[in-house]
């Protein structure tokens, strides 16, 4: 048909009497409906790359530990190297605080992500567990001098029920470790307000005991702690008396942050130190993330933090007692939906992650086609309505080519409807109209064709002055 309708363009070009136009200038709508194609694939490109960046990008965690020089400290600091080291899909800020109740505030107040917090310490609100950092045991000690400060001698203490009226000297300036000491003594009936507590830093501890300033110590950390340990060492003058907690249990059980626990024989520094397993209370250092934050976050953190663990625990020790959190509902601290996913390996791939945005944004893509779509066709409403005008003009001039008495207004409405053809054939083109309409026009053109030759046949054939009558009758009739 394409070809039938080029014979007849190229027909009306070869007659003797055509009158070339002007070719039609471009047309805004082609122009208008390229930039908005080109638009949309570049929207819908940059679409998916800035989806792509948003999902593969690290993701910042501010992390509150303190105070300085601790083991939580050098902890974090030696994970927090790793983390941003490599391709690491998680990346550690470290918000140093001066200690577990600081660090705690923290996290309650928006101010970090994460936080090392003692979990016999107020817990805040918003707070979900991702991991046990370490655990801690509390030792609790008498040096072998057997006389207290400024007197001859003391009795001898082997139960904790016997630290009435005595001097007890708890390592480490953290109110926590008062606290705990008071909830002991609680437990055995001992009034606090009768024990005289007194705080020595990590670095005073040694010299207070040599210099006889307690009857008994209170030191908690972990089982290899060397805190606890050179504490212990100072007591230089025979082994020293280790005071069981026989109410671990009762205590622990008034007390869900306390744990009944033991101390191995001989893991204070000494095959004697303690001789004998001593039974004890524990509590854990938590590492807790701010509910809120993703569970696929939390998840890829929690994964890639066992597996720094292992990595580390050669070169660093400390990074080896990192322990799953307790996803029990029960659990004193609830556990992040992300951190039970990883310890249940229930852990979410790409697809169950992103899988709702991935459907979204092909309805998204779906809907851009259809409103493309829709704007292309309204883009082209103006190219239709005067593609039907020039069709309605075509049958006027084959009804007007019939009369005419003028080879110069023959020549003219031919000279038109070249004009006509070439703008029907760009709308083909531009797919403003269809192959049903091209076939109406290839019809009205022949028919306008045929009715030019026959007329100007009719003319040529006619004297001139006949055709000057006809001429002069028919500007009468129309005047």
Not at 197 to 211: D, G, L, M, R
């Amino acid at each position: 048909m394409t070809q039938n309708l080029k014979r007849l363009f190229a027909r009306s070009m070869t007659e003797p009497d055509f009158v070339a136009a002007p070719a039609s200038p471009p047309r805004s709508a082609r122009r208008r409906l390229s930039f908005v194609m080109i638009a949309g694939a570049l929207a819908i490109i940059g679409a998916l790359a800035a989806g792509y960046y948003f999902a593969m990008r690290p993701v910042n965690l501010r992390i509150a530990v303190g105070p300085t020089n601790s083991d939580d400290l050098k902890v974090v600091q030696a994970l927090a190297q790793a983390y941003n080291q490599g391709n690491s899909q998680i990346r550690l800020r470290l918000l140093q605080t001066d200690g577990a109740v600081a660090s705690a505030e923290a996290l309650a107040d928006g101010k970090a992500d994460l936080a090392i917090i003692r979990g016999d310490l107020d817990v805040p609100r918003n707070a979900q567990a991702v991991a046990t950092l370490r655990k801690n045991v509390v030792a609790i000690w008498v040096p072998p001098q057997g006389k207290g400060r400024g007197r001859k001698a003391a009795p001898k203490i082997t139960k904790i029920a016997q630290l009435a009226g005595h001097r007890v000297g708890v390592v480490g300036r953290t109110p926590a470790n008062v606290n705990l000491l008071k909830v002991i003594l609680q437990q055995y009936g001992v009034d606090p307000a009768k024990v005289e507590i007194v705080q020595f830093s990590a670095n005073e501890t040694a010299e207070a005991i040599k210099s006889q300033k307690a009857d008994a110590y209170l030191a908690a950390g972990p089982v290899n702690s060397k805190i606890t340990t050179d504490a212990i060492a100072a007591s230089t003058r025979g082994t020293p008396t280790f005071l069981a907690i026989d109410a671990a249990e009762a205590i622990a059980q008034n007390h869900p942050a306390y744990e009944a626990s033991q101390i191995p024989a001989g893991s204070l520094g000494g095959v004697d130190r303690p001789a004998d397993e001593v039974k004890t209370i524990s509590f854990s250092h938590h590492i807790v993330a701010r509910r809120g934050i993703s569970e696929s976050t939390i998840a890829i953190f929690t994964r890639q933090l066992f597996s720094i663990g292992q990595s580390l625990k050669n070169d660093f020790p400390p990074a080896a007692r990192i322990e799953t959190p307790d996803t029990d509902k029960d659990a004193t601290i609830p556990v992040h939906p992300g951190a039970a996913a990883f310890v249940d390996g229930d852990e979410k791939t790409f697809l169950d992650r992103y899988s709702d945005y991935i459907w979204w944004g092909l309805m998204l893509v779906s809907a851009m086609g259809s409103a493309g779509a829709w704007f292309a066709g309204y883009l082209k409403k103006d190219e239709r309505s005067i593609n039907t005008s020039q069709r309605d003009r075509l049958l006027d001039m084959l009804a007007a080519a019939r009369h005419s008495d003028s080879m110069e207004e023959l020549d003219q409405m031919q000279a038109e409807a070249d004009n006509i053809l070439r703008d029907a054939l760009a709308c083909y083109e531009h797919g403003t109209i269809e192959e049903g309409t091209l076939t109406a026009f290839n019809i009205a053109l022949e028919q306008f064709h045929n009715a030019v030759t026959d007329r100007k046949l009719l003319l040529i054939s006619m004297p001139q002055h006949l055709q000057r009558a006809s001429a002069q009758f028919r500007a009468a009739g129309t005047a």
